[in-house]
């Protein structure tokens, strides 16, 4: 675990929110009363995925998905300082993370999908990004996304993305046989893939152009889009005042020009059409 401090305009002081007690041993009624009133949070991330969230070898995770993070964290603190404990949340484990107190939200390429909505409550979507797939660069043989079919497409564990491409309509999209190559993590997946044990990662274009950036001239994007992607703000199920807290803050990063500016920051030399626009808010349970 790691920690950061956001600092505010004063001390972290006891409001009317907190249950208990102020402090780490207080109890709260949700987590933006727990920001406010004890001046703590944990936050999950990932920390394997470049320009995303990656973490270094001595010190926090860095990434667009740890400054929107920060950002959000800040907003619902109201000017206060607060304390943030990284914790990495792998696909696999998100969902338990929130329902056993591991992490208090979660920031981690989380896409919002009907499949997650029972044991997740969703604020954002911060970003809608495409769905793309990334080759081998020297693999002429794969050019579109048509030409997935009969190739080893990697599956990575927790992640949905790949349905888009095997499962037909209405829960696919494209219905193409593919062999399946199961993998720990996307990173997992681009090992695989740069060592020739499978043929394609498809993903959102965000977390493939992070891989392909920082290894230049080993892999390329199909820029061939299959859909998009909205990634929301992983909150316990059922936590309302959060979900419209972040939502307001969600909105606040895109009205002040933050969330452009950091997606350049991470992503403004790789080429893409960045998303311009904040996404349409998911509705607190």
């Known amino acids: 675990m790691r920690r950061a401090y956001l600092r505010g305009a004063g001390a972290p002081v006891c409001l009317a929110v907190c249950l208990v007690s102020c402090g780490s041993g207080g109890s709260y009624v949700n987590v933006v009363d727990k920001v406010r009133g004890s001046g703590q949070v944990t936050v999950g991330t990932k920390w394997d995925q470049p320009g995303l969230g990656l973490k270094p070898d001595a010190g926090d995770p860095q990434g667009f998905d740890v400054d929107v993070a920060e950002y959000v964290v800040k907003a619902l603190a109201q000017g206060e300082d607060v304390r943030i404990t990284w914790r990495e949340t792998p696909s696999s484990v998100r969902e338990a993370m929130l329902q056993n107190g591991a992490v208090d939200l979660i920031f981690a390429t989380y896409a919002i999908t009907e499949a997650r909505r029972p044991k997740v409550t969703f604020g954002g979507p911060y ?126 990063m895109w009205r002040d020009g933050t969330a452009a500016r950091l997606l350049r920051k991470w992503f403004g030399d790789t080429g893409l059409a960045l998303p311009s626009a904040l996404p349409r808010p998911e509705p607190c349970p």
């Not at 564990?157 to 993998?183: E, Q, T």
């Not at 998009?228 to 807290?245: L, Q, S």
């Open 127 to 252: 970003v809608s990004v495409p769905q793309d797939t990334m080759v081998r660069a020297t693999d002429t043989s794969i050019r579109t996304v048509q030409d997935l079919r009969g190739t080893r497409l990697c599956l990575a564990k927790g992640s949905n993305s790949y349905r888009r491409i095997v499962d037909p309509p209405p829960d696919g999209k494209l219905g193409l046989p593919a062999r399946l190559v199961p993998a720990e993590n996307y990173s997992d997946c681009v090992r695989k893939l740069d060592a020739g044990q499978l043929d394609a990662v498809s993903t959102e274009n965000l977390v493939l152009a992070g891989y392909a950036a920082a290894a230049p001239g080993r892999f390329r994007l199909l820029n061939d889009p299959i859909g998009e992607e909205r990634w929301g703000v992983g909150i316990k199920k059922g936590d309302t005042a959060t979900c419209e807290a972040v939502n307001a803050a969600v909105a606040a």
